[in-house]
């Protein structure tokens, strides 16, 4: 790797250790339906968003609520202490759309119909509010 990068690289990986966040790759769901489920808790409390995902009749929402727990302790083994009730919020939370698989379904007379199984990736932001006032 050449200076330039490394040095590039070592100012990103600085920039992430203020931020607290997860990641999920490759979620085997399209990301219209995921995006569905993230912009129900976009800027939520972080209790209140586990809420909603819990009741939520969505099967995405499983995979987000998990996502949010796994955010929620980064954020508390980066901080060394236990988040309390109503101090974390979700910050940013975005969709991305990942690898599609094609496959082929036999279709009449001979033909084949392309299939596209889609993924995404999600990542999701936490932080308190104290931090977002500074």
């Given at each position: 790797m050449g200076a330039r990068k490394h040095i590039a690289a070592q100012a990103r990986k600085e920039a992430q250790k203020n931020l607290y966040f997860a990641k999920l790759n490759g979620c085997?769901?399209?990301?219209?339906?995921?995006r569905y489920v993230v912009d129900m808790i976009r800027g939520m409390e972080v209790n209140r968003a586990l809420g909603v995902l819990r009741f939520s009749?969505?099967?995405?929402?499983?995979?987000?609520?998990?996502?949010?727990?796994?955010?929620?302790?980064n954020w508390e083994t980066k901080n060394d202490r236990k988040a309390e009730d109503g101090e974390l919020f979700i910050t940013k939370v975005y969709v991305d759309e990942?690898?599609?698989?094609k496959?082929?379904?036999p279709a009449p007379q001979g033909r084949g119909y392309r299939i596209r199984?889609?993924?995404n990736h999600v990542t999701l932001f936490v932080d308190a509010k104290t931090n977002d006032d500074k």
């Open positions: 085997p769901s399209s990301p219209r339906k995921m009749n969505k099967q995405a929402a499983a995979d987000v609520e998990k996502l949010l727990r796994s955010a929620v302790a990942g690898v599609t698989m496959r082929m379904r199984k889609r993924s």
